[in-house]
């Protein structure tokens, strides 16, 4: 499993819940782009439409040899996962006021998978806390490092 790309600010803005694994319908310039690891996460986000989902906001930069045959770099894409999954996310999310983000976009077996994940999300006094607990947890194996 080849890791293409993160998304780290999902844990900082978000709880994150539950998560699943999932293909994605890509055009053949979009996959040598994320073979190539030029696709970003960080502001996409995913929706449930006629009971299909779609990630939206990914942004999958233009290949360079790719000419007429290009793709649009921000369009939604589907993402293909079992139609009982889907209802069980929509229900979820319609219910319980949650959000369905992306997490990581990588290659298992050389197709493209992405990880998405039912978030609910944090309020300020929350990312503080986690910066705080993160803080202490790297100052006390510092610590520990510098003893033994």
Known sequence: MKVIANNK?????YHILTKFE???VLKGTEIKSIRA????????????RNNEM????MHISVFK?????NHDETRSRKLLLHRREIKKIDL??????????PLKV??????????IAMAKGKNTYDKRQSLKDKDMKKRVAQQLKERY
Do not use: P, R, W
């Open 106 to 115: 990588y290659l298992k077996e050389g197709l493209c998978k992405v990880e």
């Open 65 to 69: 040899e790719g000419n007429q045959f």
């Open 22 to 24: 999932c293909g994605i």
């Open 9 to 13: 600010k999902a844990f900082h803005d």
């Open 92 to 101: 979820k999310v319609s219910q319980e006021n949650m959000t369905i983000v």
């Open 37 to 48: 690891g030029k696709v970003n996460i960080k502001d996409s986000y995913c929706l449930v």
């Open 54 to 57: 779609f990630v939206m906001n």
